[in-house]
């Protein structure tokens, strides 16, 4: 008897082995392929989104082949419209902000210095701090190298581009193998909550993609028209930001007002506060009003839930991380509710128990 049982344990403990062995691995290699990995996943996000109009087509009797490449024709002969009418007049001012960049940086600096006269109690605070106003703001070349930075292979990026629009193609015009291997992943008794699931994070995911395509196109219009009022330089660069700013919920703003009120700077201190004074406003009026009516049919999420998963996202992959972390957020959502919320017996004194929590002496 006592050999069966000695097996037994040493069948336990060699499985257990491998499989931590298995696991361990497992680990090992995604996170060595992990850029990949997000590039796949950010290529099934926008695939579920363009699949969403094609299969609509494909419901009215379309075949999905042509309602396919009449969805991808409308997508790059937008993107090259747009492309042709703007690009070559971004480029341009992109050019004279570089090539103007010391000289921002000069003028910006003697503003601030010269507004900092008028507070002597605050500027000797600085001084015996041993901060001065250039190492304060960053240097000419650190700048310049920064933005170099940006830059990568043409070649590899080429190809990459190229790996993602043929996973985005793949799926959406020959959807079937993937789904299918999605649903092999639950078992049998559980594949009505994974489709219902997969089901919600798809309104989602287009309810979040209408909204940033709407809020950026009106953020973008307003920021020109203001900076070129004003006469900020780069002000189709910087309209331009504002039109992704979106993609990146809450750090989006800094990212998109932050710049143009360092140039505006280089003009004025005025000039620079009425600029960061519109895009405080702004951002009120897209943050608490615009947006939130936009996505409020698709997109029931906490602000909260988007900004911890932001910066868990950000934290962990960096800017890839961040343009993911609002559909990550809506598809834990959607298996959330679907997988845990929906088993959970109705509470009908949850309001009251919400109250007393929240107005508890």
């Given at each position: 008897m006592s050999l069966p049982q000695h097996n037994r344990l040493?069948?336990?403990?060699?499985?257990?082995?491998?499989?931590?062995?298995?696991?361990?691995?497992?680990?090992?290699?995604t996170f060595k392929i992990i850029s990949i990995v997000l590039l796949v996943i950010f290529a099934l996000v926008l695939g579920i989104i363009i699949s969403a109009p094609v299969s609509r087509f494909e419901k009215r009797g379309m075949k999905r082949w042509l309602a396919s490449l009449i969805i991808f024709i409308i997508i790059f002969g937008l993107s090259i419209?747009?492309?042709?009418?703007?690009?070559?007049?971004?480029?341009?001012?992109?050019?004279?902000?570089?090539?103007?960049?010391?000289?921002?940086?000069?003028?910006?600096?003697?503003?601030?210095?010269?507004?900092l006269k008028n507070y002597p109690e605050f500027n000797r605070e600085i001084q015996d701090s041993g901060v001065s106003i250039g190492s304060a703001m960053p240097s000419v070349g650190k700048t310049i190298i920064g933005l170099g930075n940006f830059s990568f292979g043409l070649i590899g990026g080429i190809f990459l581009f190229i790996v993602f629009v043929c996973l985005v193609v793949f799926y959406v015009t020959h959807p079937q193998p993937i789904v299918e291997l999605y649903l092999s992943l639950f078992q049998p008794r559980k594949r009505e909550s994974a489709k219902n699931a997969m089901q919600h994070t798809t309104i989602m995911l287009v309810g979040?993609?209408?909204?940033?395509?709407?809020?950026?196109?009106?953020?973008?219009?307003?920021?020109?028209?203001?900076?070129?009022?004003i006469n900020v330089p780069g002000a189709l660069v910087w309209a331009a930001l504002a039109f992704f700013s979106e993609l990146i919920p809450k750090l989006g703003f800094y990212i998109m007002a932050i710049p143009p009120t360092l140039v505006a700077l280089s003009i004025s201190p005025l000039t620079?506060?009425?600029?960061?004074?519109f895009f405080l406003l702004l951002n009120e009026l897209v943050s608490d009003f615009l947006m939130p009516?936009?996505?409020?049919?698709?997109?029931?999420?906490?602000?909260?839930?988007?900004?911890?998963?932001?910066?868990?996202?950000?934290?962990?992959f960096g800017l890839t991380g961040a343009l993911l972390a609002t559909?990550?957020?809506?598809?834990?959502?959607?298996?959330?509710?679907e997988f845990y919320l929906k088993k959970l017996p109705?509470?009908?004194?949850?309001?009251?128990?919400?109250?007393?929590?929240?107005?508890s002496k």
């Open positions: 040493f069948e336990t403990i060699k499985s257990t082995i491998l499989y931590i062995t298995g696991l361990t691995l497992l680990l090992f290699f419209g747009l492309g042709w009418l703007i690009v070559p007049h971004i480029t341009n001012q992109l050019d004279v902000l570089i090539s103007n960049l010391p000289t921002y940086y000069t003028s910006a600096s003697n503003h601030i210095a010269s507004t979040w993609m209408k909204s940033n395509l709407i809020g950026g196109a009106i953020q973008s219009v307003l920021v020109y028209a203001f900076l070129s009022i620079a506060f009425w600029c960061l004074l009516k936009l996505r409020s049919s698709t997109m029931n999420i906490h602000p909260v839930s988007s900004l911890v998963m932001l910066l868990a996202m950000g934290a962990a559909p990550m957020a809506a598809i834990i959502k959607a298996f959330y509710e109705e509470d009908p004194e949850m309001d009251q128990r919400i109250e007393e929590i929240i107005y």
